[in-house]
């Protein structure tokens, strides 16, 4: 899922300084998965707003909606009666909510109260980690499943590094090397001679290097 | 047990402390609340084995998202006690008001007189 | 077929190498290099220049290369995969050609979390094994990554690094295995401390039949201080440091530290000269380039051939 974290509050509440009635998104797929971004963080942002606002004599009206997702249209429409009576939208979605839903209602503002961070899995109930940097180009295959683009920190292909030390990665002692998990897949299941093959340079222009992409599927357009 | 504590003390009873979510502490805070305090049973005795611990944690998670709106997180603390422990539970009480009554009324009170 | 590089000259003779390094000023005073390449002229084969180490950002490695080079020196220019794409890449490698630059050390480069500048974005477009083909390919087949023509082909004597105190341990002389087949011609190892364990990985490179296949040189590094010993041991990452060497720096007067660090530095050079396929030492003497001569004659390997 897209993983995410909450804004520190002094960013949120900066940004929401000129307005006095708001609407707060909140997304029930992935920002609901890594609590951040779900129906009950959205009620306890809104609690918080409206606690901070109360103590500095400028009370704020807000309407709490989480939508089923902010990425499809179809669920932004659930919006329409109502988003115009308010001054601002603040989005606890993910990037692509925040914006999808300020391109679907032109004349309306909405605001990050999040930054997305990474595509990642649930490690353990409350850790959240990343797996995929969406390079549009799987190696996944040659490396015995372990990416090498997201989980190693420099993306190198003919891993390790000099850096790697105990099984992790220079960059942080919790991190594990993805190199060190490579290789222990590869000795796992006896393909070590495959770790001798120089692996090939990525192509990147599928990635977010070759511009902002798109995928359609014209049987499936109306 | 008769015990008398003060009358400021409004019970609110659930089956465990780990029933309790942040959210209903925050709304009690937008309700008027100058403080919260959340009582659960010993470490350990927990009937549902680790609601308590849960609680706890929710707890601390609070008393920071307290501090981030200005409310302040010593409003909000969580003591073990066991049901059978009707005096400590005074003491509980007592002691928590004193420390609301010296920390003021929330600040998030607009009719609240700030200064003591 | 040969290359002008002076180290290569002394490697194919057969003749022990000995390399060292500088580390280019943070800021654009040209003196600093000379100063560093004077204390080292005649005591080393080859001088490298660090790029962005620890990804500091100093003079460029390639501009400081040129400042040893008009004084008549053999530089290594080193290039790291984390500040460029494959583009300026190649082009910073017909650059280098273009102006004498003999030597390339092809490094992966420490991540920009260590240095001063955090917050950039890191480019690791290729990696080093990729780095080494790159410049093997521009050479030889006089191709550029793409395929196309490379009209005057860079004439360059290819170099890496491996650290044999990295993990996984089992790997390292595979991964410096690897690093032959792709191009690279020479090898410096990470700072040797631990005999005892750069002897095991020499074993293993021997078993590989590696040491036929690319020069090694074992690295150096003489410890000014006992705070220093202490830093590399526990905060510079893939560093073997036995405590033994520390105890070494304890057990002597404050005033004579510095002169065991240089010791222990040239029994270590006696000890990796015994062992068999190693071909040089590379010797780090970082900010203490002045001490590098008295090294190299404590080790009897002056003059140089």
Known sequence: MIVANRKPFEEIIAMLKPYSKILLLGCNECVTVCATGGSKEVAVLASEVRLYRQKESKPVEIKEVTLERNCDPEYLESLKPFIHDYEVVMSMACGCGIQFVGEHYRDRLVLPAINTTFEGVTEEHGVWAERCQGCGNCVLDRTLGICPVTRCAKSIFNGPCGGSQGGKCEVDKDLPCAWQLIVDRHKEMNMMDKYLEIQPMKDWSTSRDGGPRKRVREDLKI | MRLSYPTNVKIIKVPCTGRVDIILILKAFENGADGACLVGCLEGDCHYLVGNMRARKRVEYLKHILDECGIGGERVAMYNLSSAEGQHFAEVAREMTDKIRNLGPSPAKQTAVRKI | ?305
């Open chain 3, 1 to 305: 077929m040969s290359t002008q590089s002076n180290l290569e000259r002394v490697l194919k003779s057969g003749a022990f190498a000995v390399t060292s390094e500088c580390g280019p000023p943070r800021g654009a005073d040209p003196e600093v290099v000379k100063k560093k390449g004077g204390y080292l002229n005649g005591y080393a084969d080859c001088i490298n220049v660090t790029d962005n180490q620890t990804s500091v950002v100093r003079m460029s490695s390639f501009s400081a290369c040129l400042v040893l080079k008009g004084m008549g020196l053999d530089p290594v220019m080193q290039m790291v995969c984390r500040d460029r794409n494959r583009i300026a890449i190649q082009s910073d490698i017909l650059g280098a050609a273009a102006l004498g630059i003999n030597n390339l050390l092809c490094l992966s480069g420490d991540h920009q979390k260590f240095g001063d500048h955090p917050m950039a974005k890191n480019v690791f477009d290729i990696d080093s094994i990729q780095l080494i083909q790159t410049v093997k390919q521009m050479r030889d087949d006089g191709k550029f990554i793409s395929g196309e023509e490379v009209k005057g082909k860079p004439n360059i004597f290819i170099g890496c690094a491996e650290n044999p105190f990295a993990d996984p341990f089992e790997i390292r002389a595979l991964r410096l295995a690897k690093k032959a087949a792709a191009g690279a011609q020479f090898v410096q190892t990470q700072c040797v401390f631990n005999v005892e364990k750069f002897e095991k990985w020499m074993e293993m490179v021997r078993d590989l039949g590696v040491h036929e296949k690319i020069y090694i040189l074992a690295g150096i590094t003489p410890m000014k201080s006992i705070g220093m010993a202490r830093y590399m041991k526990n905060s510079v990452p893939g560093m073997d440091v036995p405590e033994e060497q520390i105890e070494r720096l304890k057990g002597v007067p404050k005033e004579k530290v510095a002169e065991e660090g240089i010791k222990i530095a040239v029994e270590t050079i006696e000890r990796v000269k015994a062992i068999k396929g190693v071909a040089g030492v590379h010797i780090m003497a970082i900010e203490w380039e002045d001490r590098v001569p008295e090294i190299v004659k404590a080790a009897g390997l002056y003059p140089r051939p």
